[in-house]
């Protein structure tokens, strides 16, 4: 049985940082792509960023400000948020797929979420 949750979320000011981590089980970590999306209220679920291997993908939204990672070790994936807007606010969620893709519905297998909230 294959399970991803999700930590790390918070309420923020606008340009602090948070992580987020997403424990992976059922043998899904070794050859998934492991993506990071995120939706807020009366919005599509949108695509942030995804790591394959060690080719990492992100939004032009994120880029320069949100970091993939991954801990082998550990089946878990992390995203560095830095430099956090108010537009960023949304439920993130994590998602395993068998190939790169940045459309939620290739996405097989998905956590519960997790709130970031950006304000002042």
């Known amino acids: 049985q294959v399970s991803l949750v999700e930590s790390g979320g918070g309420l923020v000011q606008p340009g602090d940082s948070l992580r987020l981590a997403c424990v992976a089980s059922g043998h899904i970590f070794g050859s998934y792509c492991l993506g990071w999306f995120r939706q807020a209220p009366v919005k599509e679920r949108e695509f942030v960023a995804a790591?394959?291997?060690?080719?990492?993908f992100y939004a032009d939204s994120v880029k320069g400000r949100f970091t993939i990672s991954r801990d082998s070790a550990e089946n878990t994936v992390y995203l560095q948020l830095n430099s956090l807007k108010p537009e960023d606010t949304g439920v993130y969620y994590c998602?395993?797929?068998?190939?790169?893709?940045?459309?939620?519905?290739?996405?097989?297998?998905w956590g519960q979420g997790t709130q970031v909230t950006v304000s002042s």
């Open positions: 790591i394959l291997w060690n080719l990492t």
């Open positions: 998602a395993a797929a068998n190939a790169y893709s940045t459309k939620p519905n290739y996405y097989d297998h």
